[in-house]
């Protein structure tokens, strides 16, 4: 023990001495996620659940934290609390009584200020979640005030509709269009015939996305671009590797006018042969 | 009994002797560009020294330290929450939608490639599925991990991916009566791949399950010696937040993910808690639930000591919660990686939000802070260490009988000693208050002859459980106080 120089013997003081009051403790565990003192953030501020649930409220208090409804339609509903025993739930009523003493609610003020999309230089080129669409697509705002829907999954231009709005991508649900898709492709496949397709991203050309993919060993890319009128966009596709016809499916709904200047159009079917196919370009017209 | 009290009455305030962390470490906060969502949701040191940062409104945006400026390199991405440098100088960014590559081909200081490296898993419009990551080890593979959905909501119509046919039917799933039947879909679910694993991307784009059992992993790093460490969120099936050391094939506890499993065909509600336990990895560390964090973060490497002022060989962890980091001591006992958690810079001017990290050249930390709508913050704080010395705890081994804690300098004395341990439930329900809690006698305890080592002996060091050593009132020779006095160290194996 020649390593050791001094031997100490001393009792263990007890775990529960903490000097954090139990209520507090007890808030920052169960509640602190979500509720802060003077601001509304996912849940109500401990003032609003304070001038709620009063000193005499304590037992609605209790029973509101066990079986939670929905207050406020704004937000969203407080998962039960069931499982934190009544004493401890006892305590942090006390606690949150204790703390919002002479403190008022911070009035029409959020913690952090809402995030306000600023005006974007077009063509804008954004991953979206858009309705009719994969959780996965793009949202490409051009020039002119149209706005195209390209789907990562399927590979595929979905739609078209007027509008310029740039935030298209929401966690909680598709982006709201401000207008109607005036042209929109819904065949089962494009390519007819061609199977599923990976998408491999895109690149801007001038600004303009190039969608890339692949069926098998076929490559594709379909560059999104306004075209040279006004309400008009062109989708100029580069495809390698074929060795066949191919078929594109383009029926769909819309009131667009649909030209191409390669390949044969009928029936909202277009037949290139593998040396068209190459390169092509469609042009949407409003 | 009476000094006893006195004492710890004395120096229980919570304050170190009076010393701050601002005495030792300079915080300053960095303006972020105009026009973002100034959420971080990536923070890199590149080569040329830029800091690279990605913000919730999807912008990538370089920032000089020389000019003091920023500049847009990329944008239009989905919830970016995670960006690195790869060799050839891409940059390479999680977003809600897949691992992209970022690439300025033209040399312009702009990307104009946006490259998709793995898009190999399910989105179903569930408001959870986040997308952390990317971590990289030594031989250029990435590693990504993907949130669960959460019952808060239900799904959109269109997914992406496969649904998977074990549980509550998807129409069910698409509104309705969703909130009367939420119960029956799981706290927290996976119905498209691969939600709640870990995902290996090789560097030719490979992509395959790495790892099972995770929740909301929001904190995925490869460390100096290519250990991949994650952390997670308290909730089902965690009773408070962990840090796992995750190796491959491994399964992490939150059962949800296990239908990713080849060949599996349970219900992951239907498996009891003792059959889970039996399969699951326990934590390498624990985050008591309102006490060290609630929501940890992101795990970094310490750097070369003259530069932060901590030891080389630790992380660094954030939290959305709790003002504080947390600093980790990892120690092998018995083949498994365990350690102890240190709580580090507590302050008010470091405040809550502390998501993603960064060691910029000069050695200065980058902090880049997040709330999404819960409790956090937003903006970039930078802390650089003035070469004062804090008082720190530098390792932490556990001893057959004991554990032994070396300081950076002597201690004064032998300090108040006040340890405890507990547990918590690992069962389906949200959280678990601490099971088992009790005080540890301490036997003995004793100073090395220099005064840095103190060796402190219980009657029984019992596995699967935290033991929590506050040192109150420890100080150097000069009574300069411990910062980061409460170290808190899970005991998954013993020292046989």
């Not at chain 1, 029973?63 to 406020?72: F, I």
């Not at chain 1, 990976?198 to 306004?226: Q, T």
């Not at chain 2, 470091?350 to 200065?364: E, K």
Request: aromatic content about 10%; proline content about 5%.
């Amino acid at each position: 023990m020649k390593y050791f120089l001094v031997l100490f013997f001393i009792s263990s003081l007890s775990a529960q001495d903490q000097v954090q009051s139990k209520g507090e403790q007890s808030f920052k565990i169960h509640c602190a996620a979500c509720h802060l003192l003077a601001n509304a953030v996912v849940g109500p501020s401990l003032v609003t659940v304070a001038e709620t649930y009063p000193a005499g409220q304590k037992e609605a208090f209790i029973t509101w934290a066990k079986t939670p409804g929905k207050k406020n339609a704004k937000m969203i509903q407080m998962p039960s609390m069931a499982h934190v025993p009544d004493v401890e739930l006892s305590a942090i009523h006390d606690y949150l009584l204790a703390v919002t003493k002479g403190v008022k609610n911070k009035k029409n003020k959020e913690v952090f200020p809402k995030f306000k999309e600023p005006k974007r230089a077009l063509p804008y080129v954004a991953r979206a979640s858009m309705p009719d669409s994969s959780p996965a697509s793009v949202g490409i705002v051009l020039e002119n005030g149209l706005t195209v829907c390209w789907d990562t999954e399927a590979c595929r231009f979905r739609y078209a509709y007027v509008g310029d709005k740039t935030a298209l991508f929401s966690m909680w649900r598709p982006a709201k269009l401000p207008n109607k898709p005036y042209y929109r492709e819904s065949a089962e496949q494009l390519f007819v015939g061609m199977g599923q397709p990976k998408f491999l991203g895109y690149r801007l050309v001038e600004k303009d996305p190039e969608f890339r993919f692949k069926i098998g060993s076929v490559e594709f890319r379909e560059l999104i671009s306004a075209g040279n009128r006004p309400k008009e966009l062109t989708r100029r596709f580069t495809i390698q590797n074929l060795t066949e016809d191919i078929v594109l499916d383009l029926s769909g709904e819309g009131t667009a006018l649909l030209n191409v200047d390669k390949g044969s159009l009928q029936d909202g079917k277009l037949t290139l042969s593998a040396d068209e196919a190459k390169s092509f370009t469609l042009t949407l017209t409003k | 009994m009476m000094k006893h009290f006195l004492l710890s009455f004395l120096i229980s305030t919570g304050f170190s002797l009076g010393q701050e962390w601002q005495d030792y470490y300079h915080f300053e906060k960095i303006s972020p560009p105009p026009g973002v969502d100034k959420q971080v949701g990536g923070v890199t040191l590149l080569r040329d020294g830029k800091v690279a940062c990605c913000f919730n409104s999807g912008e990538v945006q370089l920032y000089s330290p020389e000019s003091q400026s920023w500049s847009l390199f990329a944008q239009g991405l989905s919830l970016p929450l995670g960006i690195l440098e790869d060799d050839d100088g891409s940059l390479v960014v999680t977003q809600w939608a897949e691992l992209t590559r970022l690439r300025d081909a033209d040399q312009d200081g702009v990307a104009d490639e946006y490259e998709t490296l793995c898009n190999d898993f399910g989105i179903t419009g569930n408001y959870h599925e986040f997308l952390y990551g990317p971590a990289r080890d030594s031989k250029g593979n990435y590693y990504i991990s993907l949130n669960l959905a959460s019952n808060g909501a239900g799904i959109q119509e269109k997914i992406r991916g496969p649904w998977k046919e074990i549980g509550l039917d998807r129409a069910s799933h698409l509104g309705g009566d969703w909130k009367k039947i939420k119960g029956k879909a799981g706290r927290m679910y996976s119905r498209v791949p691969y939600r709640g694993c870990v995902l290996k991307i090789t560097p030719s784009g490979q992509s395959s399950v790495y790892a099972y059992g995770f929740r909301s992993p929001n904190g995925i790093h490869v460390d100096s010696q290519d250990r991949l460490w994650v952390t997670d969120n308290q909730g089902d099936w965690r009773g408070t937040s962990p840090l796992y050391h995750v190796t491959e094939g491994g399964f992490y506890g939150h059962p949800a993910s296990l239908v990713w499993k080849e060949g599996w065909t349970r219900d992951p509600l239907k498996i009891s808690a003792e059959e889970l336990e039996k399969m699951r990895t326990p934590a390498a560390a624990l985050f008591p639930q309102g006490e060290l964090a609630n929501s940890p973060t992101q795990p970094i490497d310490t750097i070369d000591p003259s530069l932060f002022g901590l030891p080389k060989g630790e992380l660094l962890i954030g939290d959305m919660n709790q003002k504080n980091l947390i600093r980790f001591l990892p120690e092998e006992v018995a083949g498994t990686l365990q350690g102890t958690l240190i709580p580090f810079l507590e302050s008010d001017t470091l405040g809550i939000g502390n998501h993603r990290f960064t060691f910029d050249q000069s050695g200065s930390l980058w902090i880049g802070k997040t709330h999404m709508k819960w409790a956090g913050a937003e903006g970039l704080l930078k802390v650089s260490w003035n070469k004062k010395v804090p008082f720190l705890a530098t390792g932490v081994s556990l001893l057959k009988d004991g554990f032994e804690i070396s300081f950076n300098r002597p201690l004064k004395e032998a300090p108040v000693l006040k340890i405890s341990r507990h547990t918590y439930s690992y069962h389906a329900n949200y959280g678990s208050p601490k099971v088992d809690l009790r005080d540890v006698e301490v036997l003995q305890h004793a100073l090395s002859e220099d005064g840095t080592r103190l060796r402190i002996e219980l009657p029984e060091i019992v596995e699967r459980r935290l033991y929590t050593l506050q040192f109150s009132g420890a100080s150097d020779l000069e009574g300069k106080g411990l910062m980061g006095d409460i170290l808190r160290y899970h005991v998954v194996k013993k020292r046989e």
